[in-house]
């Protein structure tokens, strides 16, 4: 066991007669964990940009509702008499009255 330890921290396993067999499972477990940490890199950066993407998300939101309530206030009839009181328009004091049109038969 002590021999075959000493062996492995020496690096006798790289030199000895099936060299090419540890060379060639060494290049594959070294593409594998190159392979493995570039994927675990890819998450990382899709995880950042999706949260990144829902913050403008909440974002475009809050602008959207604030707009909305924006456009709701200067619906009001209160907001439009004061608009047009400021150009001399008044609202009538006499209520409408409806037209009946008789056809001509």
Do not use: C, Y
């Amino acid at each position: 066991m002590r021999k075959g330890l000493l062996d492995i921290l020496k690096g006798k396993f790289l030199v000895s007669g099936d060299a090419p067999k540890n060379w060639m499972f060494l290049l594959f477990a070294s593409f594998l964990a190159a392979l493995m940490i570039s994927s675990s890199h890819n998450a990382d950066r899709k995880v950042l940009e999706i949260a990144a993407l829902n913050e403008e998300v909440r974002m475009l939101k809050s602008e959207f509702f604030q707009g909305r309530s924006q456009v709701q206030q200067l619906k009001l009839e209160s907001t439009l008499r004061h608009v047009v009181a400021d150009k001399g328009l008044v609202p009538s004091e006499n209520p409408p009255k409806k037209i009946k049109v008789k056809s001509a038969d």
